[in-house]
């Protein structure tokens, strides 16, 4: 008898401690937000009408985004948001916390072992990653690294990956989402583009360039031969993700990464007419449907948490890849275009809500950068000894919460290739700006604060704040174990600022 009792109060010590536990990870679930990572294709800071410079510019009176304007007042804006000036190195940076200098991919990917970097009569490109972020060590050419995804997943999190991946080169594990920490994924792959956004071409290139397949979305094939736009589709599979995530009770990351608006630029017929009446080109006109509709999408989904009732435990955070192309309008008064060193290439919309913890309508003129992505999504879990693994990236909770901090940290933008634009490194510290071009070694230095167009070189007037910058770029470059690019008449690499 007495063996009896012991044995059913050690079974009903261990089914409390069970319920206990069970409990506990039920209030952990509910206590976690939500993160929703709304991020845009080749989206420039002025292509919105949400103003992210002092002034209204024209850009921002064309174009029509009233779910930014709505997510703007409803949480923080950041004037001073950075990412590469191209899209892989961007989409490494935020999923490792690594800057470019350090991962290596620091240009966009495709296919396996091949660089798109083009001839340059001067210089040559370092092997850099061309095969992107891989699982597997052992893959040649690519960073392997725990991936933010990963962290959310081991933290509880369902992580949902809709729309471009753009990770890992064709025919490698990384390639694939759900290699990377994603539960789900629909729409990613290698590519970095659609091959069409039209529903009646099947999202594929075929249909003007036979045999071409390399750029076909996958995921979508019920919607093949339908009169719908690609935004669309992968909204209303986005939709449908977060709903079973709701259903289950489990907090969710998702990922939604449009492909818009990167090129091919092709009219939503949905919005085309208003723009073509209020006298825009018809290449104007078809890239404003596909700002318009990809603003859209972000209200749509903004509508259906809402619906769900969990838009109050959810963070939405928008941002861009990197800036806008140099064949649509220019970002002025930013300079420069995707690709470039310059504001332009680089500086990029941010706009976060979080409920309950930034109040309406906030600007934050603080500069952030894409590999403070990682870190800030693990804190907003609550995952801080995660966010403190963070190599590069400095998570800007504190910037969210409205402290002030200091802007003496240095960002570093490093492009040792010669694809489209020569080779560069770039480094910020405070209001000054230094530009490094590899294949003249020329030095360029701008104030932001008081030249935000990048017009006027100070490197020759301002002699000691040149060489502190140089110092300080060389100083990175080689704590990141930074790669340069080789001078073909020597063999030898270009040297380091400091040593011109």
């Given at each position: 008898m007495m063996l009896v009792r012991t044995l059913l109060l050690f079974l009903a010590m261990v089914f409390l401690l069970c319920e206990g536990k069970a409990q506990n990870q039920q209030r952990k679930k509910k206590s976690q937000p939500n993160i929703v990572f709304f991020f845009v294709d080749d989206m420039g800071?002025?292509?919105?009408?949400?103003?992210?410079?002092?002034?209204?510019?024209?850009?921002?009176?064309?174009?029509?985004?009233?779910?930014?304007?709505?997510?703007?007042?409803?949480?923080?804006?950041?004037?001073?948001?950075?990412?590469?000036?191209?899209?892989?190195?961007?989409?490494?940076?935020?999923?490792?916390?690594?800057n470019a200098a350090r991962h290596r991919v620091t240009n966009w990917t495709l296919k396996k072992n091949i660089s798109p970097d083009t001839e340059n009569p001067d210089v040559e490109s370092p092997k850099w990653n061309v095969n992107g972020l891989s699982p597997d060590s052992s893959v040649p050419y690519t960073i392997s690294a725990k991936t933010l995804p990963t962290l959310l997943s081991e933290g509880g999190y369902q992580t949902i990956?809709?729309?471009?991946?753009?990770?890992?080169?064709?025919?490698?594990?990384?390639?694939?989402?759900?290699?990377?920490?994603?539960?789900?994924?629909?729409?990613?792959?290698?590519?970095?583009?659609?091959?069409?956004?039209?529903?009646?071409?099947?999202?594929?290139?075929?249909?003007?360039?036979?045999?071409?397949?390399?750029?076909?979305?996958?995921?979508?094939?019920?919607?093949?031969?339908?009169?719908?736009?690609?935004?669309?589709?992968?909204?209303?599979?986005?939709?449908?993700?977060?709903?079973?995530?709701?259903?289950?009770?489990q907090p969710f990351y998702l990922y939604m990464s449009h492909y818009a608006i990167h090129a091919p630029w092709e009219k939503d017929q949905r919005y085309y007419q208003k723009y073509i009446e209020q006298g825009l080109s018809e290449q104007e006109a078809t890239y404003?449907?596909?700002?318009?509709?990809?603003?859209?999408?972000?209200?749509?989904?903004?509508?259906?948490?809402?619906?769900?009732?969990?838009?109050?435990?959810?963070?939405?955070?928008?941002?861009?890849?990197?800036?806008?192309?140099?064949?649509?309008?220019?970002?002025?008064?930013?300079?420069?275009?995707?690709?470039?060193p310059y504001e332009g290439g680089i500086r990029v919309p941010l706009l976060v809500k979080w409920p309950g913890v930034i109040q309406q309508a906030m600007v934050n003129d603080a500069y952030v950068i894409i590999e403070d992505i990682f870190p800030t999504f693990l804190e907003m879990a609550g995952m801080n000894k995660a966010a403190k693994g963070s190599i590069d990236g400095k998570s800007f909770v504190n910037k969210l919460k409205g402290e002030t901090s200091s802007q003496e940290r240095p960002l570093l933008w490093h492009y040792p290739n010669t694809y489209y634009n020569p080779p560069y490194s770039v480094v910020r510290k405070g209001d000054w700006k230094l530009i490094y071009h590899h294949v003249d070694q020329k030095l360029e230095l701008f104030n932001i604060s008081n030249d935000i167009s990048e017009s006027t070189d100070l490197s020759e007037?301002?002699?000691?704040?040149?060489?502190?910058?140089?110092?300080?770029?060389?100083?990175?470059?080689?704590?990141?174990?930074?790669?340069?690019?080789?001078?073909?008449?020597?063999?030898?690499?270009?040297?380091?600022?400091?040593?011109?």
């Open positions: 800071w002025q292509d919105t009408s949400v103003p992210f410079f002092k002034e209204v510019t024209e850009l921002n009176k064309r174009y029509l985004t009233p779910n930014m304007e709505r997510l703007a007042h409803d949480g923080m804006k950041f004037t001073q948001a950075y990412a590469s000036a191209v899209c892989s190195p961007s989409r490494i940076s935020l999923m490792t916390g690594m990956h809709v729309g471009k991946a753009h990770f890992g080169a064709e025919g490698t594990p990384g390639e694939d989402p759900l290699n990377l920490g994603f539960q789900v994924n629909i729409g990613g792959h290698a590519a970095g583009g659609p091959g069409s956004y039209l529903g009646i071409h099947d999202f594929s290139a075929d249909w003007r360039d036979a045999g071409n397949h390399i750029w076909d979305i996958p995921d979508l094939e019920k919607y093949h031969g339908q009169e719908i736009y690609l935004t669309e589709a992968l909204t209303r599979e986005a939709l449908k993700e977060v709903s079973k995530s709701v259903e289950e009770a404003a449907t596909m700002i318009e509709g990809m603003d859209k999408s972000l209200g749509d989904i903004m509508d259906h948490l809402e619906k769900l009732g969990v838009s109050d435990n959810t963070i939405i955070v928008f941002m861009s890849d990197n800036g806008a192309h140099k064949q649509v309008a220019q970002n002025k008064p930013l300079r420069g275009y995707k690709l470039s007037t301002e002699l000691d704040k040149t060489m502190e910058m140089a110092q300080l770029m060389t100083k990175l470059l080689k704590n990141t174990d930074a790669q340069m690019p080789t001078i073909k008449a020597t063999g030898k690499p270009v040297p380091y600022p400091n040593e011109l």
